[in-house]
């Protein structure tokens, strides 16, 4: 029996995915990303200075912080304060590592960007949308740099998206929702940049194994939903041509 999509959706078909921009004030870039169901507020702050193991070189830094709202999901969580559980650590260490590959830290300078994503609502898939949507801030945030006058020359090389896929009854779907990520028997996300590379590939049989034929038809949906979502990017970055430098 063949898996049937909960909002109809054909197997390789994304969730409606919508970039809003200048969501909030004070942020020198922010979006809300939303993604079907699942929406999540990124931010881009900037400070002069850079960690200590790069203070000296002339290199810039990237980093990420992801957190879960309380009521995000259907039953209240709790607040993360001191100890941040494994699960929030991995996300936001993907989501730094995925938006360096964009940015050109000697561009950079000796400054510090940080990418805030938090998740307003989840239903699934709240690591990929919180780092397609984090480019999106990032890029507003280096476009209002360098009007600024902060930076001379743009830092951003490459264009970064992610998105799951997933074995449903043996077969192959694009950008689960909760119900299909609870019901996969296999779950990835997979990160590619501009040209199609891939930057990470996250994934694991929650039953049993697949093949290696599996495996190539999970990225080639990861790879056809990624370039749907890089068009979706470079339509929510007014001035692209004028900032990438790839």
Same mark, same amino acid.
């Given at each position: 029996?063949? &898996?049937?999509?909960?909002?109809?959706? $054909?197997?390789? @078909?994304?969730?409606?995915?919508?970039?809003?921009?200048?969501?909030?004030?004070?942020?020198?870039? +922010?979006?809300?990303?939303?993604?079907? @169901?699942?929406?999540?507020?990124?931010?881009? +702050?900037?400070?002069?200075?850079?960690?200590?193991?790069?203070?000296?070189?002339?290199?810039? &830094?990237?980093?990420?912080?992801?957190?879960?709202?309380?009521?995000?999901?259907? $039953?209240?969580? @709790?607040?993360?304060?001191?100890?941040?559980?494994?699960?929030? $650590?991995?996300?936001?260490?993907?989501?730094?590592?995925?938006?360096?590959?964009?940015?050109?830290?000697?561009?950079?300078?000796?400054?510090?960007?940080?990418?805030?994503?938090?998740?307003?609502?989840?239903?699934?898939g709240t690591r990929t949308t919180a780092i397609t949507g984090g480019f999106v801030a990032l890029a507003h945030a280096i476009s209002k740099l360098l009007q600024q006058g902060v930076l001379e020359r743009s830092p951003l090389v490459g264009q970064v998206a992610a998105v799951s896929v997933g074995l449903l009854k043996g077969e192959p779907f694009l950008d689960l929702n909760y119900v299909e990520d609870v019901a996969a028997t296999v779950d990835?996300?997979?990160?590619?940049?501009?040209?199609?590379?891939?930057?990470?590939?996250?994934?694991?049989?929650?039953?049993?194994?697949?093949?290696?034929?599996?495996? #190539?038809?999970?990225?080639?949906?990861?790879?056809?939903?990624?370039? #749907?979502?890089?068009?979706?990017?470079?339509?929510?970055?007014?001035? &692209?041509?004028?900032?990438?430098?790839?």
């Amino acid at each position: 029996m063949v &898996w049937q999509r909960p909002d109809g959706r $054909q197997p390789y @078909e994304l969730r409606p995915v919508t970039f809003h921009q200048d969501f909030t004030r004070f942020a020198c870039g +922010s979006v809300l990303a939303i993604a079907g @169901e699942t929406k999540v507020l990124c931010t881009v +702050s900037v400070i002069e200075g850079v960690p200590k193991f790069l203070a000296g070189t002339g290199k810039g &830094w990237l980093t990420a912080e992801y957190r879960m709202l309380p009521t995000a999901t259907h $039953q209240r969580q @709790e607040r993360e304060f001191l100890k941040l559980s494994g699960r929030t $650590q991995e996300i936001q260490r993907l989501i730094g590592r995925s938006l360096r590959a964009a940015v050109d830290l000697e561009l950079l300078g000796e400054r510090t960007l940080t990418v805030d994503a938090d998740v307003l609502q989840a239903d699934a898939g709240t690591r990929t949308t919180a780092i397609t949507g984090g480019f999106v801030a990032l890029a507003h945030a280096i476009s209002k740099l360098l009007q600024q006058g902060v930076l001379e020359r743009s830092p951003l090389v490459g264009q970064v998206a992610a998105v799951s896929v997933g074995l449903l009854k043996g077969e192959p779907f694009l950008d689960l929702n909760y119900v299909e990520d609870v019901a996969a028997t296999v779950d990835f996300n997979v990160v590619m940049n501009e040209h199609l590379g891939i930057i990470e590939a996250q994934g694991t049989a929650e039953e049993g194994c697949f093949s290696r034929s599996q495996l #190539n038809q999970l990225l080639d949906f990861a790879e056809k939903g990624i370039q #749907n979502l890089l068009a979706a990017q470079r339509q929510a970055i007014p001035d &692209w041509h004028q900032i990438y430098q790839g």
